[in-house]
Every structure is written in structure tokens, then in C-alpha cells.
């Protein structure tokens, strides 16, 4: 069946460094792929997605790219902001349009 | 701004209990999905609902979870007898359509269920 892997965390950033979160995938077809992020004693919501290979999604200085060939779709930030702790979720949607998501990773941002 | 609404925020039981949630969509969604987050994990799908009608039940505990949409706009997920196990977040989520292409999930901010 689909799966998605992502990297373990938590990963711990200083003020205005460089964020990547690993997100890679296993599916048949050619899936849609999202990242989500969940704010302490929030629901989820949808930071970015891309529906086809080599697309980009992008949202709030946030940016990914949907790699066919390496079956990745990488997260990554030039300069993460305190405001950016949060857990973050690598997700894909089959054909059938269910989501599948990966186990989370954790971003604390320090002062 | 419209959002999903689910109550309670919290719920503590003892196992043999009884427990139910509730969610209402955002107006006007048709699908609904109810999802379990273990502590540390990601949001696992537990039933679709299109309108009134289940679309994808397959990975919910039939023996003891039900689901129920009845006028196709908000849902009741129950647990009936709860186990340990069962300790997590339940999240609703809902979208505009979920057949003919993606339309995004919204969630609402979920249920901490806790057994003792």
C-alpha cells in the first residue's frame, strides 16, 4: 500500500536558519503530495501541495518540489521564524483521493 | 472565516465506557472524514462520508466504533465499549468534493480522547 517516510524529530533551528524536512514516498500511480502543519491544540492545516511531478508548491516562505525520480517531496524554509514551531506533516492522496500521511516531525525554533 | 467544529476538546473515560464525538463541517462540504492521530503519529483515515452515505469504512473497528451522518451535514463518531488503546485524537475533517478531483481537507481542532 502507499506510505509516506519523514524524517524523525525533533529538529531544533535558531531565528533565520535553514529548514529541510526529508519527506519521501512510496505509491502506485502518480499521487498528489501535501505537507500540513499542526500548531499546539490545532486541527491541521494545509501549507503547500503539488499535484504533478515537478511541480512546486509554495506558501509562507515555505517551498516543495514533487520528485518523481527520487519519490521525494522535500520541505524547506531560507529562514525559519520562532512562529514556525510546529509539527509538520508529509501527506499524499491516491487516486482515490484519501490521504495518507507520514508520522510528523516536530520543528522548535529558537529565539 | 468558516471552520469545523468538534466537541468536546477533551474527553476522559474509564474502558468498558461508553464515548461520543461530535463534529459539524464547514457548510456547504459534502464530504466528511473522521480520522485517528496516535500520540506521535500521523492522522490515520477511520471513515468517509459522502453526504449521508459511507464511502470508505474499511479501517474502522466495526466491533466496537460506529459512525453515523444521518442528514448528510453533521456526524457522531462513537466508541462503545472503550479500550486503552483507544487513548488519541480523534479529528474531523471536511471538503467540498472527494470524487472527481482534490478538493482540500479542512480539520477541525479535534478531540483528546483519554482512557484510563
Known amino acids: 500500500g502507499d506510505s509516506v517516510t519523514q524524517m524523525e524529530g525533533p529538529v531544533t533551528l535558531s531565528e533565520e536558519a535553514f529548514l529541510t524536512i526529508n519527506c519521501t514516498y512510496t505509491a502506485t500511480g502518480y499521487p498528489s503530495l501535501f505537507w500540513y502543519v499542526q500548531y499546539p491544540g490545532e486541527g491541521l492545516q494545509l501549507l503547500l501541495k503539488?499535484?504533478?511531478?515537478?511541480d512546486k508548491g509554495s506558501n509562507k516562505g515555505f517551498e516543495a518540489t514533487y520528485r518523481k525520480e527520487t519519490t521525494s517531496f522535500h520541505l524547506e524554509k531560507g529562514s525559519v521564524q520562532v512562529s514556525d514551531s510546529a509539527v509538520y506533516f508529509c501527506a499524499l492522496s491516491d487516486i482515490a483521493h484519501m490521504l495518507t500521511f507520514g508520522g510528523g516531525t516536530r520543528l522548535m525554533v529558537k529565539p | 472565516e468558516a471552520e469545523v467544529a468538534q466537541s468536546p476538546r477533551y474527553k476522559i473515560t474509564e474502558k468498558s465506557q461508553a464515548v461520543a464525538f461530535w463534529c459539524d463541517p464547514i457548510s456547504g462540504h459534502a464530504t466528511l472524514y473522521w480520522y485517528r492521530q496516535i500520540l506521535g503519529q500521523g492522522p490515520e483515515l477511520l471513515v468517509q462520508?459522502?453526504?449521508?452515505?459511507?464511502?470508505?469504512d474499511s479501517q474502522l473497528p466495526k466491533d466496537r466504533f460506529s459512525a453515523e451522518r444521518l442528514k448528510g451535514v453533521d456526524s457522531t463518531l462513537k466508541i462503545q465499549p472503550a479500550e486503552l488503546g483507544d487513548s488519541a485524537m480523534y479529528l474531523c475533517a471536511s471538503s467540498l468534493v472527494g470524487k472527481s478531483s482534490y478538493n482540500e481537507q479542512f480539520f477541525g481542532p479535534g478531540t483528546r480522547l483519554t482512557v484510563l
Open positions: 503539488a499535484t504533478k511531478a515537478d
Open positions: 462520508f459522502q453526504d449521508e452515505s459511507v464511502v470508505d
